[in-house]
Structure formats: C-alpha cells, structure tokens
C-alpha cells in the first residue's frame, strides 16, 4: 500500500523560507512522477513541482526561480524548498505520485495521479 505523508508546512512572513518534506512507502514501481499540488480555498488544485524517475523536473511558472524540487533516495523522502515566498503561495500543499513519468513533462499540469497524500498547510503573511 503506497503511502505518502507530507510534512514542514507552517506560517511565515512573505520573503522567507520553507521546506516541506513528503516521506513515501510502499512505492514498488520503477518508473515515478512525484509532484506537489497546492490548493487554496475557492481555487482548484494546482501543479507546482515535479521530478521524474529520469531525471525531469517541472515547475509551475508562478514558482520558477523560487522552489526547487528534489528527492532524498536514501530516505525516499520529496522535498520542496521553497524560497522568497509570497501571500499568493498560501495554500494546502499536497504531495502525489503516478508510475507515469511522462506527468512530469509537458507545460500543463494534470491531477490525474494515482496516489496522495494528506496535506500540509503553508500560510505566507504580508
């Protein structure tokens, strides 16, 4: 049973920092999109990062140049560090992963993946 579990969410002034964490089992396929989504209230879910089992990364326009998507291999873990963030990057985030690598290409996000997890809150205040 796959399982994600994501974590580091929290409140910080708009220019600082976060980095959340999304620990991943039960994972047995070779091939992997893992992404991160956020969604904010009355707003739908969107695509914000993501790597591929070969290598490709993703990211939203609106976060280029200020997150950085990454996997831990030895802890299975994703990462997003998240920098100069904005009031307009509040929102749940949430962690996904899809056996389909190809998700993580193309300049459109789907939300068609096949396994979340819970989510975490990231509140930015001006």
């Known amino acids: 049973q796959v399982q994600l579990v994501e974590s580091g969410g929290g409140s910080v002034q708009a220019g600082g920092s976060l980095r959340l964490s999304c620990g991943v089992s039960?994972?047995?396929?070779?091939?992997?999109?893992m992404a991160w989504f956020r969604q904010a209230p009355g707003k739908e879910r969107e695509g914000v990062a993501g790597i591929s089992s070969n290598g490709i990364t993703k990211y939203a326009d609106s976060v280029k140049g200020r997150f950085t998507v990454s996997k831990e291999y030895a802890k299975n873990t994703l990462l997003l560090q998240m920098n100069s963030l904005k009031p307009d990057d509040t929102a749940m985030y949430y962690c996904?992963?899809?056996?389909?690598?190809?998700?993580?290409?193309?300049?459109?996000?789907?939300?068609?993946?096949?396994?979340w997890g819970q989510g975490t809150q990231v509140t930015v205040s001006s």
């Open positions: 039960g994972y047995t396929y070779t091939t992997y999109c």
């Open positions: 996904a992963a899809d056996p389909f690598f190809i998700k993580c290409t193309g300049s459109t996000w789907s939300a068609n993946f096949d396994y």
